[in-house]
């Protein structure tokens, strides 16, 4: 089975600090995906990657930075925090190649800014 | 641009009952089509997908989904609900006209009366 981990579960920071998010996936996927989650707008896509030290901004990209220095590990970074980054964050694997390929999902952090 | 419309943000059903999710999608080219499932806490599960062929497609869970292109929409049924079925349901659509990255609906939230 394929698996996507992230670093934690929950998540407090305050404003103004980096944030780190950490997702590791073990089933040797070139793609990754960074998504936030809000209630009633579904999946936004953050940040992406086609293969190691590749990304590629998707539809919400401010604020965000990211990085692939190993293939199996995509970090997020949010330079400095905000409230307006309070969100559930999801990461997703998925084989390169046909569009058909499933995404595969970690569970997710909440991450709360106060 | 791609965009996927779940019409519906909450949908509260009778165990035992029928449930139809509805999901409009638009796309330009030919699409790839998903339905993912999130329970409470969980990341997303893939249900179904559907690329080409047979437009009625069956998933995990005892849930199918049919392609009407004419409808631009794939609407995902199940003929009897179970309590373990209450979740959230996000419809996705991708495919090689963009990069095979997802756009996903903004979820339909289902209920589950005993």
């Known amino acids: 089975d394929v698996k996507v981990t992230q670093s934690s579960r929950y998540l407090v920071k305050r404003t103004g600090e980096k944030v780190f998010l950490e997702c590791v996936q073990d089933?040797?996927?070139?793609?990754m995906f960074w998504y936030r989650q809000d209630p009633g707008l579904g999946l936004r896509l953050i940040y992406f990657?086609?293969?190691?030290?590749?990304?590629e901004k998707g539809d919400i990209p401010e604020g965000y930075s990211v990085s692939r220095e190993k293939k199996e590990r995509f970090s997020l970074i949010l330079e400095s925090a905000s409230t307006n980054q309070t969100s559930m964050y999801l990461c997703?694997?998925?084989?390169?190649?046909?569009?058909?390929?499933?995404?595969?999902f970690g569970p997710g952090t909440r991450l709360t800014v106060l | 641009a791609q965009s996927v419309t779940q019409p519906d943000i909450h949908i509260t059903v009778s165990e035992g009952a029928s449930l139809e999710l509805r999901c409009n999608y638009s796309?330009?080219?030919?699409?790839?089509l998903f339905w993912y499932v999130q329970s409470p806490g969980q990341g997303l599960q893939l249900l179904l997908k559907?690329?080409?062929?047979?437009?009625l497609v069956q998933g995990i869970k005892g849930f199918e989904a049919e392609f009407k292109r004419s409808q631009s929409s794939f609407n995902l049924r199940k003929p009897s609900v179970h309590w373990s079925d209450a979740a959230e349901y996000f419809c996705?659509?991708?495919?090689?006209?963009?990069?095979?990255?997802?756009?996903f609906g903004g979820g339909t939230r289902v209920l589950v009366k005993p």
């Open positions: 559907y690329f080409s062929g047979d437009t």
């Open positions: 796309y330009g080219a030919t699409p790839y």
């Open positions: 997703a694997s998925r084989l390169a190649g046909s569009g058909y390929n499933e995404q595969f």
């Open positions: 996705a659509v991708g495919g090689s006209a963009a990069g095979n990255k997802l756009t």
């Open positions: 990657s086609y293969d190691v030290k590749m990304k």
């Open positions: 089933m040797d996927h070139e793609n």
